[in-house]
């Protein structure tokens, strides 16, 4: 029995290894912190990289029992797709690519998953089994979860500190976020930070205008208006029935909204992009960072991904009826 216990727990620790290298990149677990933040009803997330750590912290809901639970279990969730963007019960696991020591701190609930705490810790899933905090840490005013990932070491930092740039986190991702309206980044390293923020400009029955506005060391670096056209579709019976279709959980929901999003100027007159221009791409919420559309215009829709959003799953009739409904 013995035997057994051991063989079980030595093989869900190699699971969870493979899992979290899955990942495409080592900043591929921010793309899960924004998200998760947006499905806690924040309305702003912080950024902090200082020293060996990243600190991130967000005001939405404070963790509840089930969150706990679901932080600690492979492929499982509190989350439905109904709901929320993020819902497999993977995305935290990306953490550990990048760190053998995490703590969280929310409402009543502080822990951390330490390798280090374990002699025997590739005998041990120690990725998912929680340890208490004695001391809580001091949260920013105002925000109410922080996570702190102490990194494995400098270079990864490094490549940390180039995925927060522009290039990975655009001022454009949170065009299609539903309730993130600001996101803060402070690089203590190399003493800058950066501030993205999303206003509504306009509102009618048929569209919306959003203004996008990025600060750098507090001063105004850019500022985009973007007119958003939504469509809320039926997702049909065939779809419905098929095998990756309910592989992803998808088979149970109803309806499905898309969208695309023009760039204006600030009198309100359409902006024609060149095709290939930075980051006019496809976004299932967040950017899919390797999947250029070719148009000159953003579609945003729940396109089924590959685990840190790379790209699209192919061969695939739910993605098929999505870009349909986009066209």
Known sequence: ????????????????????????????????????????????????????????????????????????????????????????????????????????????????????????????????????????????????????????DENVIKRLQEETTPEYISNRMLLFLRNLKSIGIKDKLSDNTRTIKKFLYKKTKDYEIYLIQEDFNEELKSQEYWLVFRSTCQVPSEVKKDKTTKDWERDQVDKREVIVAFRLDSQENLIIEEKGTAHIGVFSFLPLKEVPSGLNFLIQADFLTTPGRSELARECPWNEWLAKEIY
């Open 1 to 152: 029995m013995n035997a057994d216990k051991e063989f079980v727990l030595s093989s869900l620790n190699r699971g969870i290894d493979r899992l979290q290298k899955a990942f495409p990149r080592y900043g591929s677990f921010l793309m899960e912190f924004i998200q998760n933040a947006d499905d806690a009803e924040s309305k702003t997330l912080l950024i902090e990289i200082k020293g060996n750590e990243v600190i991130i912290s967000n005001d939405g809901r404070p963790f509840s029992p089930e969150d706990v639970n679901s932080i600690c279990r492979v492929g499982m969730s509190s989350k439905t797709p109904k709901d929320y963007i993020g819902y497999l019960g993977v995305g935290f696991k990306s953490v550990f690519l990048i760190s053998n020591f995490s703590e969280i701190h929310s409402g009543d609930y502080r822990f951390k998953f330490n390798k280090n705490d374990w002699p025997e810790s590739d005998k041990i899933p120690w990725q998912v089994i929680p340890l208490w905090i004695e001391s809580p840490l001091p949260l920013p005013p105002g925000y109410k979860t922080l996570f702190k990932i102490h990194v494995i």
